[in-house]
Structures are given as C-alpha cells and as structure tokens.
C-alpha cells in the first residue's frame, strides 16, 4: 500500500442514514507535520468500531476532530448527521467523551460529578439520578456514589467517567485509550462495562487502543499507522484477509506422499522431529494432515493468526508496547497531577 | 434555558468547592482579621491622619483593606480555571455544548459570590476597629464590592485564560494584582503624590472602586470631601464600565483558550 493512499479500496461506500460517523479525505497537519493523511472511514449506528495502532499514529488526533476540539486541515467529517466544523455545538450535544487522562472533580462526590455533567448537557439533578441509577450499577459503584472521587482507584475513575460519557444518552461515545494504566484485571473488567453500558444506552462506541487483545472487543477495526487506515474490517475478516494458520505437527517420519500438501495448499518447513505447516484453513485440514504422516504423530497443535501477526503483516513491524517512554509520560502526568 | 442551567452548575460548583475546603473558610475570616488588627491598627497607630475631624487612619484605610480582600478572593477565584485545567477537569467542561462565554460567566459569578461573603465578613467585622455601619450603607457597600469583584475575577480569567501553570499565574499575579492593589489609594491618598504616581492611581480602575466605597462609607459627613477624590457618579461610571468591558473581554478571550 502507498503512501499516497492510506485507504484501502473497495471500502463499501457510506450510507448517511446507517452511519453514526462518515470521514472522508481527513487530513490534519500540524507545524507541516501530517499526523493524520487523508482518511476515510465510517462507523455505524451501535457499532463497537476501533482505532489500533500504535502511539503517535494519528489516533488520539482523529478523535479531538471529532469530539470538535481540534480543526481539521482539510477533508469532511459527519458525527450523529452534523458537520464537526460548522455544527460543533449540535456534535457536542450528541457525543461522549472518556479522554486518556482523568477529567473528575476530583474534591466532589461521584453523584455530584454526575450531576455537574448532566446539567452542562441540559438534564436537571432529578434526570441525572434516574439516568445514573443502572448506569452506576453496571459498572459496580453504586454502593460508593456518595464518595468523594478522591478516593476512588484508578479503575474506579475510568468507570464512573464511562457513566458520565454516556449520561446524557450520546449516539457515539468516544473512548480514548479507556483502559492505558490500568492492570490487566481491571482492563478486561472495564471492557465487560464498556460493552454493556453500550448495550443498554444502544449507542455506538469509536475507541482507539494499542492493545492487541482489546480490538478483539470491536465489531471492526481500522488498523492505522504512520497517519493513515491500514486496513479496515472486522477481527476476523482481518485475520482471513492478512493471516494464515498453521499447524504444528510433532512426529518421529517425513510423510511418505508429498502430493498432500500441494492437495492444500500448504506449505511444509522443518523436518522430524517438528513441522511448521502454513495452509489456509487448518480445522478442515487437520484431518488429512494428521493422516498424510500415518501413525508417527505424537503432538499437533493448531495456531490460528492473531491481530498481533496480522499487524506484523500490515505494517512491517510489531505494535509498541508500553515501553520506558510510555513510562515517563506517565510519571509526568501523574508528577503534574500531585503538585 | 438549557444555557442557564450551565452556568447555574458552574457557579454551584464554584460555592461547593469553596464550602467543603475548611482551609478556605478559616481563611476567609482569619485574613480581615490580619489585616485590620496588623496593618490598620499597626499603621493607624505610626501615624496620626487628622485627627481634627475625628478621623483615624483607620476610617480612612478600612475601604481600602476591604477592597483588598476581596481583590485576593476574586482573582484566586480565577485560579480555578488554572488549577482545573492542570487536573484535567476543563476539557470536560469544555467539550460540552455549554457555550465558552457561558462558562467564563459562570466562573465569574462563582468567583465573585464567593469574594462577596468575604467582603462582607469584613464588613461585619467593622464595629470591631471601631466603626459603625448603617444597615443601608452594609448593603450599598456590598453592591459596590459586586462590581468590583466581578471586574477581578473577569480579569483573573483573562490571565487565566492564557496560563498553563500555577507558577506562570503567580507572576503575573505579582506584577499585576500588587500594583493595582498599591495604586488604588487603598492605603495612601491621592492627594500630595507627585505626578507620576498621581497619573497611574487615576488610570488603576479600582481606584474609583475604593473611593465608591469611602462616598458610602462617610456618607455627608465632612470625612467624604476630604477623602474621596472623585464623585459618586464618576466613581460608580468607570467601576460599571470597566466591569461591563473586562466581563467581555473574558468571554472572548476564554473562547480561544486551550484544554491543557
């Protein structure tokens, strides 16, 4: 794939009346920096779609176009049916926000910071309450509402800004790295919240992550580097389009008819006692495969491509994990926060 | 409506703050009293102002000293806007659809209640040093600090509105508010200064909010000729006018300021 155009082809084209979010040709350009080259994409009504790539790819950029808090260079973007630059109040109305790092009053109560929240969206105190009650329930801080957000932890937080995202019912909620610094517990109990909270409000969810095990939560995901859309589908269309399986036979003999892997398309490396078999479709494989070496198989093992491999494969290198620098912002953030 | 009900929640959340912070409520009835006991009394008792009229240093420095409590209460009200952008707490604020001039209202109503009260502690705590106010003149005097305090916390937000850090807003702070505070005849009078210093007292605005205050404050007696400098009509002219101009300079500037 060129530079010049990001996009993949053959991407369906739009359909204003399904679609929650349409960009189209975004580009944004800061100090001729381009940090996002000219994407185009759509995520649909309810739909859990996902930004993967890794840090500085463009995705935290693309969401503050648009959540309204950063112009466009040039290209079009659509949320909920209203253009982010000439309707950025309407967009607002209609949109949550969790950002990367926590935006709670931190000196008031959870309740309180929901209410502060519903009424800058126009809801009363009475609304909010009501609205609040499941939400608070879903994500396990019912009991605690009337604490003062200081003593929350650090998933605690990330929960109670997820009900407040999604308080003033919004047709997307935007989720910016909802789960960095959190430890893997917490990550995986933050996604059954996000996931049912989406449910219940019905509204659509545009996350970004440089986790591979989390896109694996979304419906479809663009996988972005280097400012621009890799590639687009669902997890598993991924998988099929840039992953092959392989089978791992452990037998003590070479099969004795090479033909059966020409029969599936398989390719053979290694030797006794252990083969590296790529083919398409493994669990139908596995079968003749196990038959081609007769009786001389002690072990098999059958890999299915994950997104890690699959971005390999896109992008040429591996997703950077969080690394010393990833680290050292973080200590930053937090050193700020304690002044 | 809906933008009414924001810029209620702003200014709640300003008083909520400000009542659950004890640190803040000792310190608003801990300050008059340092201020009148050490400065009025200490400086009253250096030098004898006039004795002839029955006036003290006291009488005269007891607007000034009210008007720079509040002067602090106002642009420390302005602070939050700093401190909230460095928790993060004003991008929240500032992706809803609560319009930017909104928000600096609400900010501005917050700052100045909470800059009333202390003002009128201090004016509570008047028979203390001695003097004696009428319930009318408590409320006039009020009515004039609500201007005033406005004016700062609109100019707190201006500040504000460009500031990233705590550290950047105290120094503008030191270069900004002390000067204003020094020029505003608060603690000397107008009269006798040589040109210069004459020149910056009549171009500092809260000069003619102090000098409202004195008018209320001595009322007819022969204490107001002598020591106002302006009359009541210009005093409360400029205080209304520079409130009304820094409020929209607020809103405008706060308008293009940044989440973090």
Sequence with gaps: ?339 | MRTLRGIYVIWYREILRFLRDPSRIIGMFAQPLLYLLLIGNGISHAFSLNAAHGANYMSFMFPGIVGMSVLFTSIFGAVSIVWDREFGFLKEVFVSPLPRWAIAIGKAAGGSSVALIQGAVMLLLAPAVGLHLTIPTFLEMLGVLLLVSLALVALGIVIASRMSTMQGFQMVMNFIIMPLFFLSGALYPLRGMPGWLYTLMHIDPLTYGVDALRHIMYGISPLATLLTSFSMGLDLLVTVGVTAVLLVVAGVLFNGAKTA
């Design chain 1, 1 to 339: 794939m060129s530079e010049a155009a990001p996009t993949p082809k053959g991407l369906p084209l739009p359909d204003a009346d399904e679609d929650v979010i349409v960009v189209r040709d975004l580009v944004k350009t800061y100090d001729r920096i381009e940090a996002v080259r000219g994407i185009s994409f759509s995520v649909r009504a309810k739909e859990v779609f996902g930004f993967l790539g890794p840090n500085g790819a463009g995705k935290t950029t693309t969401i503050k176009i648009l959540a309204t808090l950063l112009g466009p260079t040039s290209g079009h973007c659509e949320v909920a049916g209203m253009d982010v630059v000439t309707h950025q109040r309407e967009v607002r109305d209609r949109i949550g926000l969790v950002f990367q790092d926590p935006t709670l009053d931190q000196q008031l109560t959870a309740e309180e910071n929901l209410v502060f929240h519903g009424m800058l969206y126009g809801l009363s105190a009475a609304e909010v309450r009501r609205r609040a009650g499941p939400l608070m329930e879903i994500a396990g801080l019912a009991e605690r509402r009337k604490s003062i957000v200081k003593t929350y932890s650090g998933g605690m937080m990330r929960r109670l800004e997820i009900v407040r995202g999604l308080l003033h019912a919004p047709e997307v909620l935007f989720l910016d790295e909802p789960t960095i610094g959190l430890d893997p517990q917490s990550r995986a109990q933050m996604w059954e919240v996000i996931l049912s909270m989406g449910k219940e409000q019905g509204c659509s969810i545009f996350m970004t992550t440089h986790y591979m095990e989390e896109a694996e939560f979304t419906q479809r995901i663009a996988i972005i580097d280097h400012g621009g859309i890799q590639a687009i589908g669902s997890p598993a269309e991924l998988k099929r389009q840039h992953g092959t399986d392989m089978i791992i036979v452990e037998a003590d003999a070479t099969p004795e008819d090479p033909g059966w892997a020409k029969a599936l398309g398989a390719t053979v490396r290694g030797a006794s006692p252990r083969f590296e078999i790529t083919l398409p479709d493994a669990e139908t494989a596995l079968p003749r495969v196990i038959e081609a070496f007769g009786g001389h198989v002690s072990r098999v093992e059958v890999r299915r491509p994950t997104l890690e491999t699959v971005f390999l494969q896109i992008t040429g290198r591996e997703i950077r994990e969080e690394g010393p620098a990833d680290q050292m912002a973080q200590m930053h953030r937090m050193w700020r926060r304690g002044r």
